[in-house]
């Protein structure tokens, strides 16, 4: 069986920072959702005149922002070095 070619410096970087685009397309997906879902707890209720916001139910939405967040963040501890 043939062996690949071993990887130039610079084909190393470019896999990395294609690898780095994804990742944080990635992050900025979940980050954006986490946003709606908050102004959907907050924004929404006021808007409607509502101003006892958590008492309708919107303090349920604040756990699903709060991970999506969290995720968004995992995602970018997984970043390569572009080196």
Not at 51 to 58: A, R
Request: glycine share 10%.
């Amino acid at each position: 069986m043939v062996e690949p070619a071993p990887l130039t410096s610079g084909e190393r970087k470019f896999r990395a920072k294609r690898y780095n685009e994804g990742l944080k397309l990635a992050a900025t997906l979940f980050n954006s959702l986490s946003i709606v879902t908050f102004g959907t707890a907050f924004v929404g209720p006021i808007t409607q005149g509502h101003f006892e916001v958590l008492s309708g139910g919107g303090w349920a939405l604040l756990l699903p922002a709060l991970c999506l967040h969290f995720v968004a963040q995992a995602v970018l501890r997984l970043l390569r070095p572009e080196e």
